[in-house]
């Protein structure tokens, strides 16, 4: 039955350690280095990379950071990020009802899910979510930043920039609600190209100028919406980090760029970055 079912996890031992104290370890050594956000903003919504903890691990832990203050306070965190494996419509639920990494298994939020089902744009398949590393990579991050939480895991295929802010509306909740956007930048360029492009793109999110291409973020969709919306909600984009795998694991022939990013009340912010 779906209620009982468990999403295991597909990436372990590939994008992260399967070995749960290796991978404890790693996490908190990540989030030890991170830089520190020079601001105070407490975020509602976060933008975080998803390659492997090599690669991308230290831009995302820039962004979890954020959370350790407020970790009593977050219940619910909605994960939403691009089908990579397949192409889908819409937005696409697991019919699993928890999901799996070897630091334990993290429930979803069964209100939500049945809840979003009356949409005609979302649909429940296990397939899409079955071997997605985007969702996923986050999810140990968040079991050691956060304490007693539920997930809404989402993945989005091809869906208009208005939908998705319709759909992060309904899901926009209260202070125990994370958003949390998994994309990465541009792919496989050279180093420099790809940190002129990477700059453009964060550029157009920090004055919240949609649209993005798939070329620049394949998370475009996503931000797109998330854009729009924060327009809406008053919400304001802040710059945490941004860096490539050339920084991280050293290849500069040809890179993956990350950032991340935090969306917050203005009246929250102590400062802004300039990076």
């Keep these: 039955m779906a209620s009982a079912s468990i999403r295991p996890a597909a990436v372990a031992g590939f994008f992260y350690p399967d070995d749960p104290r290796v991978l404890q370890t790693q996490v908190a050594e990540m989030l030890a280095l991170a830089l520190p956000p020079e601001s105070s903003a407490t ?18 832990a820039t962004a979890y950071t954020l959370l350790e203050r407020i ?5 619910r965190v909605v994960v939403i990020g691009p089908a990579h494996r397949m192409a889908v ?4 639920l697991p019919a699993a009802q928890a999901f799996a990494t070897p630091l334990g298994e993290i429930p979803l939020s069964r209100a939500d899910w049945l809840a979003m ?13 079955a071997d997605e590393h985007c969702l996923e990579v986050q999810l140990p991050f968040l079991q050691s930043v956060l304490d007693k939480f539920e997930i809404v895991p989402i993945l989005v295929g091809d869906a208009p920039a208005e939908a998705v802010a319709a759909l992060l509306d309904d899901l926009w909740g209260g202070n ?4 949390l956007i998994s994309s990465d930048l541009s792919h496989y360029t050279p ?21 993005l291409n798939h070329d620049q973020a394949c998370g475009a969709t996503v931000l797109n919406g998330i854009m729009l919306l924060a327009a809406r909600r008053g919400l304001e984009a802040q710059l945490l980090d941004l860096r490539n795998s050339g920084d991280t694991a050293g290849d500069r022939s040809s890179v993956v760029g990350y950032s991340s990013l935090a969306f917050s009340e203005p009246a929250a912010h102590a400062g802004k970055l300039t990076h």
């Design 89 to 92: 419509r819409g937005f696409v």
């Design 43 to 60: 975020p509602k919504v976060l933008v975080v990379p998803h390659a492997g903890y090599i690669y991308s691990g230290p831009v995302a």
């Design 117 to 129: 089902q009356a949409r005609p744009d979302v649909a429940i398949n296990d397939t899409p979510h």
């Design 191 to 211: 180093y420099e190209r790809a940190r002129q492009t990477d700059r453009a793109t964060v550029g157009q999110i920090l004055r919240g100028a949609p649209p």
């Design 176 to 179: 125990e609600t994370l958003i």
């Design 71 to 75: 970790r009593h306070r977050i219940s």
